[in-house]
Structure formats: structure tokens, C-alpha cells
């Protein structure tokens, strides 16, 4: 073989090999983009539960807080009135801003889950605002509405009773 067609045989095998290294090393960033982008996406819907997760554990900690006080002798019920008023602001300013994120961010199954949990804790605010709407300290009603509102806060309620 003479020396003109090996350097062009080996120029070949050079352009071969390099072309396949670089095909290789293009898969293997591809895939490391794509792993990275999975992660951010994890990130993101678990940011997006974890902040959801929160706003409704303190709406459910301020609405026991609320009940409790409801039950007991003699409320204040102008007190409770302004607290409830922030639970609705909670309700309907970080909860549900949460709750969009997630069924942005979230599979469906999740997205209900949080629109079901939303729904429930807006009734439980229902429920206690009727027990003091229009009564007075310590209105007989007020005790009923109240108890009424139990079947919201109450966790055994709520295991008996799973999400679907």
C-alpha cells in the first residue's frame, strides 16, 4: 500500500472515530438534560405540595383555634368574627394560590386531591361563619353551628372517611 492511500484510509478512520465519539458524547448530554430537567420538574411539584401542604395545615390549625374558642362559655364572638375573617383570607388568597400551582404542577389525581381538601376546609369555614354570623354572645346556636363544624376538623372524621 503506498503512503497516499494510507493517510487517506487513516484521515478516514480518523473522521469515523471522531464522529462517533461526538455522536456518542451528543446522546450522553441529551440524556443529561433530560435528567436534569426531570429533577427541576420533581423540584418543582414537590416545592408546589410542600407550600399547599402548609397553607392548609395553618388554615386547619386556625379553624380548630376558632372552634375551640366557639364551644367554649361566652366567646368573643367579635374576635372570632376578625379571626375568621383572616381564615378566609388565607382560604382564599394563599391556600388557592397554592391549590393552582399544584394542579398546574401536579398529576390530576393530586389536583383533586387538593381541590377536594380546598372545598372541604371552605365548608368548615361556612360552618363556623353561620355559627357566628347575626348571634349574640353565647346564642344556642352558636354551639350547634359549631359542633356542626367538628365533622370538618376532626381527623378520625376525616380518616373514617378517606379522599377518593
Known amino acids: 500500500m503506498d503512503s497516499g492511500v494510507a493517510a487517506v484510509m487513516g484521515a478516514a478512520v480518523g473522521v469515523v472515530g471522531t464522529t462517533l465519539a461526538a455522536a456518542v458524547a451528543g446522546l450522553s448530554a441529551q440524556r443529561q438534560i433530560r435528567a436534569e430537567h426531570r429533577h427541576w420538574r420533581r423540584q418543582l411539584r ?43 383570607g388565607l382560604l382564599h388568597g394563599g391556600l388557592a394560590d397554592a391549590q393552582a400551582t399544584v394542579e398546574i404542577e401536579g398529576p390530576e389525581k393530586l389536583a383533586r386531591m387538593a381541590e377536594e381538601l380546598s372545598r372541604s376546609l371552605s365548608a368548615c369555614v361556612a360552618a363556623i361563619s353561620a355559627a357566628t354570623v347575626g348571634q349574640g354572645a353565647g346564642g344556642p346556636s352558636a354551639v350547634t353551628e359549631s359542633q356542626g363544624a367538628r365533622r370538618f376538623l376532626d381527623p378520625r372524621i376525616v380518616k373514617a372517611h378517606p379522599v377518593r
Open 46 to 88: 414537590r416545592d408546589a405540595y410542600s407550600a399547599f401542604t402548609a397553607k392548609a395545615d395553618e388554615l386547619h390549625k386556625t379553624l380548630k383555634e376558632i372552634n375551640a374558642e366557639l364551644t367554649t362559655q361566652g366567646p368573643d364572638l367579635d374576635a372570632l368574627r376578625e379571626r375568621l375573617g383572616g381564615a378566609r
